[in-house]
């Protein structure tokens, strides 16, 4: 909570502000949509407008200039209010590699209409199908020309890809055989999609149990710029770690609203769920995991503080942004559980939303990296143990 201190106000305000716009989108805004398999235009907007999806951008390119700390309490209160902010979150976790390692003519050129919603940022192109989260073995390559690159391959679960005028691509601009460490002549690239899609790239959608417009994408020889390299040519997974980080602290912090808006759903409805003579919630088999779900809730969050503290200080080791991702899917999980099993067959209905919410936050444990992945770099990078991967 210390690290939080400076920052009360502006947090006060902004959740405040995050439960108003959960309240006019409310369960059945979102069941619709879930029905549908429509993208929320209406609740992005809206986020939009209130400059709530700028928070990262630096003021001076209309943003807010907030730390992920601040961003962090946006995503979580979105998600503790009922809503879902997978529509929209790529925008805030891909802005870490276009602030960090974009130039000053791309800061100019894209930010100040990204923040004004003139243009979205919500696509980013890094898994494959082949791939999988082994990153230094993509094989989307990006050739260069005498006037740019031609970028060719597939891309898998780029989610938002229909709904964004631009995406943080990455690519091999170097053989993988011709380089030193697997790690390098990888690139970062900040493309035009709606002039992708008029030179051969087609956006297939996949349909998931999850309403996350996710989609597959296939690149033919499209032509980019080369003003569209983001940083130095062969040093993008630097750059996409970075941007990786972000992205793992604000899943994380989405997990941590998740968890409190299943625990406050399953506490209220113990209470007044009457069995026996007796409300649920007076049985210690109900009131253990609610109270095992709370402990590990705060638990988790006080881990994605700490996150939050070491990114804004430079950190880039990713040790508490995977710890913060890894503690909070799972206290989402675990909350999860004990909110489906208090409401009994009432959780499979579709008009408590805990189906629903129930199906969105298992996705935390394998994406956007998966729980084994993450217990793995621990136990190489923090404790010293052979690599197993």
Known sequence: MLMKSENDEVVSQVRETVQRVCEEFDGEYWREKDRKREYPTEFVNKLTELGLLASLIPEEYGGSGLSISVGSEILKAIHEFGANASACHAQMYTMGTVLR?????????????????????????????????????????????????????????????????????????????????????????????????????????????????????????????????????????????????????????????DARWFISKATQYSKEREVFGRPIGQNQGIQFPIARAFAETEAAEAILDKACYFYEEGDTSGTYANMAKLLSSEASWSAAEICMQAHGGFAVAEEYDVERKFRETRLYQIAPISTNLILSYLAEHELGLPRSY
């Open 101 to 257: 390692h974009g130039s000053d003519e791309q800061k100019a050129q894209f930010l100040p209409k990204i923040a004004s919603g003139d243009l979205r940022l919500q696509a980013f192109g890094v898994t494959e199908p082949t791939a999988g989260t082994d990153t230094t073995s993509l094989t989307t390559t990006a050739t260069k020309t005498d006037d740019g690159y031609l970028i060719s391959g597939q891309k898998i679960w780029t989610s938002r890809a229909e709904h964004s005028d631009l995406m943080v691509l990455l690519a091999r601009t170097t053989p993988k055989e011709k380089v030193a460490k697997k790690s390098q002549g990888l690139s970062v690239f900040l493309v035009d999609m709606n002039e992708a899609k008029k030179n051969g790239m087609t956006i297939q959608p996949i349909r998931t149990m999850l309403n996350h417009s996710t989609t597959q994408i296939f690149f033919d020889n499209v032509p980019i710029p080369d003003s569209a390299l983001v940083g130095e040519e062969g040093k993008g997974f630097k750059y996409i770690l970075s941007g990786m980080n972000a992205e793992r602290i604000l899943i994380a912090a989405e997990c941590i609203g």
